[in-house]
């Protein structure tokens, strides 16, 4: 069984910087590309990034581009977030996802939230 688990998350100040990171565990899996969205509280789930393995690109929405990066390691399964110069309209839980044969996978969240 695929299970996804994030860390990283935490309360900082507006401008400050956060790295979420994202590790696959569980039976052996092609994993086609691993990504982020987030759910701000009383709104839907939003995409935020991902990367593809099969394509070698990655892609950041406009919102947030400027701010963030993301990065991975196909070998490890892994993704990473580079937040930086974080504002409060930020403050969501941040869901990593796993695209395997037949099925996305999603993680449990973290928290980040961001103080003015």
């Known amino acids: 069984q695929v299970q996804l688990v994030e860390s990283g998350g935490g309360l900082v100040k507006a401008g400050g910087s956060l790295r979420l990171s994202c590790a696959a565990s569980g039976a052996t899996f092609q994993t086609y590309g691993m990504g982020w969205f987030r759910q701000a509280p009383g709104k839907g789930r939003e995409f935020v990034a991902d990367?593809?393995?099969?394509?070698?690109?990655?892609h950041v929405t406009d919102t947030v581009k400027d701010r963030f990066t993301i990065s991975g390691d196909n070998a490890k399964s892994s993704v990473d977030l580079q937040m930086n110069n974080l504002k409060p309209e930020d403050t969501a839980v941040y869901y990593c996802?796993?695209?395997?044969?037949?099925?996305?996978?999603w993680g449990q969240g973290t928290q980040v939230s961001v103080s003015s």
């Open positions: 990367i593809s393995w099969t394509t070698n690109t990655t």
């Open positions: 996802n796993a695209d395997i044969p037949g099925r996305r996978v």
